[in-house]
């Protein structure tokens, strides 16, 4: 079967990682696979591109930015040279251009927001008009699926297919803490700078933890997606006068070993889908703060995992300080690997080509 996955761009951020791991391990597993997007490749992506290259997947990636009318003929070029079976869109905006183009490919639609794309009503009056030309609509999170059906109506072929960490690369290693002894502790943020990831609130929390872990340090680290929330991220950080203790990153293409350096995983997100981060930091074992959010729900009762309201400042603190002192520990992770989301879109497109299971 020929896949083709689309992505708004090619970057750090959780529907391109998705999309970049789904295509390899289609591609190994005997389809033929390629990705395409609407805009070009940010610089954070070449090392993905080098994955994606190594293992033949097609990118056919726009080498300028263009208006509306260029991203359709690029995704229409595109789709008339790879000539996909079926196409999997990842996110509101490139599936909303591949229902545009008057062409037969099936195209499944992936829906990844942490937030609801369908509250903006642009939005959802485009969604009621092209929902019929998606053969299948997929949601990351249960969350993304009733949004839609509260927004639009319930599609005919609608499932949750949960995002899935790839455990070769993201395993839990006690032995860990044994060779950080000694070392700074470490509380890493991994995450698009965006108000919805709630940064500001990380550095505000960590200021009030150090008062009892002063030779802590904390790294933010993402895609800036949003340049006013990036800048306004960094002013805190001088504001308070933590700028020997934190450091306010771009995006990193080595989460694996920052994951492994690092002492606490904290996500204190507004919402989320099925946050990719948030996986990768469960497999690997590191003491976890996030939210109370829907998304992170699986997680209240996996071990080294703390869930709180973290618009409480001084709980957050304290719950880093608790993160701070605890041990790697290794959990469950069954039915939430690349192999397990793999296999699900395997069935889905399978479906919607028509060809055999």
């Known amino acids: 079967m020929r896949i083709l996955h689309l992505v708004l761009a090619p970057r750090l951020s959780g529907a391109e990682v998705l999309a970049k791991d789904l295509a390899i391990h289609q591609q190994t597993h005997g389809d033929t696979v390629g990705v395409t997007s609407l805009l070009p490749q940010h610089d954070d992506f070449i090392a993905l591109r080098g994955e994606l290259d ?45 229902r545009a183009l008057p062409l037969r490919v099936p195209v499944i639609y992936v829906m990844h927001s942490a937030a609801n794309d369908f509250e903006r009503s642009l939005f959802r009056r485009v969604e009621r008009l092209l929902s019929s030309r998606a053969r299948a609509v997929v949601g990351v999170s249960e969350a993304n699926v009733n949004d839609y059906v509260a927004a639009i109506g319930r599609h005919p072929l609608m ?33 698009r700078y965006n108000a ?65 350096e690092s002492s606490v995983f904290a996500m204190p997100s507004r919402s989320e889908g099925h946050s990719i981060a948030f996986l990768e930091a469960l497999a690997t074992g590191i003491p976890v703060v996030a939210s109370t959010i829907d998304a992170f729900t699986f997680a209240r009762d996996f071990p080294g995992v703390q869930l709180l309201d973290t618009a409480d400042t001084g709980a957050y603190a304290q719950a880093l300080v608790a993160a701070l002192r605890q041990p790697r520990v290794a959990r469950p992770l069954a039915g939430l690997t690349l192999n397990d989301t793999a296999e699900q879109y395997l069935a889905i497109t399978r479906r919607v080509a028509g060809a055999p299971a």
């Open 159 to 191: 499932q949750v297919i949960p995002n899935g960490v790839d455990t070769r690369r993201f395993v839990c290693t006690t032995e860990v803490d044994a060779t950080r002894a000694g070392k700074p502790l470490q509380i890493v943020q991994i995450g």
């Open 196 to 260: 919805v990831k709630n940064q500001l609130q990380t550095v505000s929390a960590f200021a009030e933890a150090l008062q009892t872990v002063p030779e802590a340090r904390l790294l933010l680290v993402g895609v800036v997606e949003d340049p006013a929330y990036f800048a306004a991220v960094e002013a805190r950080v001088r504001e308070l006068g933590l700028g020997t203790r934190v450091v306010v990153d771009g995006p990193r293409g080595d989460v694996s070993r920052l994951l492994t």
């Open 54 to 98: 190594a293992q033949q997947v097609a990118c056919l990636f726009p080498a300028a930015a263009h208006g509306s009318l260029g991203k359709l003929w690029h995704l229409y070029q595109a789709i008339r040279r790879f000539r996909p079976d079926v196409l999997l869109a990842h996110a509101t905006i490139p599936a909303f251009y591949a």
